[in-house]
């Protein structure tokens, strides 16, 4: 869905090294997730946020953080990249006007570390 | 965290077959949606179901919803080539969506 980005598509890192995934979104919706999916399995929460001024963790947070720099950014870093994160990342947004609770995810970023 | 449980795993199908995949889960929900993801792009939404619904039809897809058995259906009919894809059931509290390891559907020419 173009109205979420996610940079880079494609990012090949070295065990140790700090690395950061941004997400943008112009869909004007008020909640962000960051989401990581290993092959043959579904897809897991990283974090969340509801607002700006809104930080959560998911279910598997251990190794990464996050910023919510504005209501359409939020950046997910992994502070010390190890193997085990080489995964697809998915950043989603969700709109709570009116009770809406269907996610829109942007196209995601292969992330391999080495 | 819950997690709905799709069946089958994968499910090979020809194209104009109909397919039909399950979730099931263990607590309780507010409502369950279904996803498809192409070949490691971005999931789709699909259709939400809310907890006090028994069926919804989105063009041919019919989802189903059975909150005693905790379970639902996802039925794509006279499935197409671009039906090909990999299906999650999402179950939704809170604004937050937890993910089954979906059902992988070939559609064969």
Redesign the interface.
């Known amino acids: 869905?173009a109205d979420?980005t996610q940079t880079p598509r494609n990012r090949i890192t070295k065990t140790g090294k700090r690395i950061m995934l941004e997400c943008s979104q112009t869909k004007g919706h008020d909640?962000m997730?960051w989401?990581r999916q290993d092959p043959?399995?579904?897809?897991?929460?990283i974090y969340?946020s509801?607002d700006v001024k809104d930080i959560n963790k998911?279910?598997i947070s251990d190794g990464y953080s996050v910023s919510r720099q504005a209501q359409a950014k939020f950046s997910l870093s992994l502070e010390s990249a190890i193997p085990n994160q080489t995964a697809?990342y998915?950043c989603?947004t969700?709109d709570?006007k009116g009770a809406k609770?269907?996610?829109?995810?942007?196209?995601?970023t292969?992330l391999t570390v080495t | 965290s819950q997690q709905g449980e799709e069946d089958p795993q994968a499910l090979s199908i020809q194209e104009g077959e109909n397919a039909t995949m399950n979730c099931s889960y263990k607590t309780s929900i507010n409502n369950l949606q279904w996803y498809r993801q192409n070949s490691g792009r971005g999931l789709v939404h699909l259709i939400l179901i809310r907890s006090n619904e028994r069926e919804k039809h989105s063009g041919r897809l019919r989802v189903t919803l059975d909150t005693s058995k905790k379970s639902s259906s996802l039925l794509i009919t006279a499935s197409r080539a671009a039906d090909t894809a990999s299906y999650f059931c999402a179950l939704s509290n809170d604004y937050k969506l937890s993910f089954g390891a979906g059902t992988t559907v070939t559609v064969r020419a």
């Open positions: 869905d979420v909640r997730y989401y043959g399995l579904g897809l897991r929460l969340y509801f998911g279910e697809l998915f989603a969700s709570t609770y269907e996610q829109y995810f942007g196209p995601g292969r």
